[in-house]
């Protein structure tokens, strides 16, 4: 079955420790980006990759941090400097060709 | 600044009735469109999309309509059935990448 994993599911952290989501992807898509949700905020664009150890920021990248370094996976380090990092966070991957993104059940992230 | 706007936040339909979602955008460059259907604490799934040099896209119960010159995409579902309650939002594609509205819940009644 090819599709998007993202782990765990839910995660808990203490306020000041960096925290690592994971996604991986068997779709073969170049492309893979990471949003996040907020209540009544929609998607929101925190960092994007086209090709690997290549990426570029999104709408909201302070706070965040990404590698490319195989095709597959696109981890997302949420900082101790995200001074909101509560939220749920969603993985997503699309060709390039293509304009349909395919998303990943998502992870949620409570920062205690 | 919000460039795709999903103005009504929810919307509740009996179910065998029409769901009609609407959407719209600012930014005249946008080329492409796509609806998605969003459960809870699930990843949004895509249902539909139309190109920038169409009007009207059909899958099944759902059709999209564009109108370029009002700038307003909308989203039909006919017959509405109780398994569609969900959060609906719209995209639009500009500079390489998604732009999303906040989301709009469709809620049908049996």
């Known amino acids: 079955d090819g599709g998007i994993t993202q782990s765990p599911k839910y995660l808990f952290r203490k306020e000041g420790q960096n925290v690592t989501l994971s996604c991986e992807q068997n779709?073969?898509?170049?492309?893979m980006y990471w949003y996040r949700q907020d209540p009544g905020q929609g998607l929101r664009l925190i960092y994007y990759?086209?090709?690997?150890?290549?990426?570029q920021k999104g709408d909201i990248a302070e706070g965040y941090s990404v590698s490319r370094e195989k095709k597959e996976s696109f981890p997302l380090t949420v900082t101790s400097a995200q001074k909101n990092p509560t939220a749920f966070y969603l993985c997503?991957?699309?060709?390039?060709?293509?304009?349909?993104?395919?998303f990943g059940p998502g992870t949620r992230l409570t920062v205690l | 600044d919000q460039q795709v706007k999903q103005n009504s936040p929810s919307l509740s339909v009996q179910e065998g009735r029409i769901s009609i979602l609407n959407c719209d955008y600012t930014?005249?460059?946008?080329?492409?469109f796509l609806w998605y259907k969003k459960y809870p604490a699930e990843g949004p799934t895509f249902l539909i999309s139309?190109?920038?040099?169409?009007d009207k896209n059909e899958d099944g119960r759902f059709t999209v309509f564009l109108n370029k010159s009002a700038k307003h995409l909308s989203l039909h579902i006919v017959p509405s059935q109780p398994g569609d309650s969900a959060v609906y939002f719209c995209?639009?594609?500009?500079?390489?990448?998604?732009?999303f509205g906040k989301g709009m819940k469709l809620t049908v009644n049996p």
């Open positions: 997503a991957s699309s060709t390039v060709a293509h304009y349909e993104q395919f």
């Open positions: 139309i190109s920038s040099i169409k």
């Open positions: 779709l073969n898509h170049d492309a």
């Open positions: 930014n005249s460059m946008f080329d492409y």
């Open positions: 990759s086209q090709i690997v150890n290549d990426f």
């Open positions: 995209a639009a594609r500009g500079s390489e990448k998604l732009v």
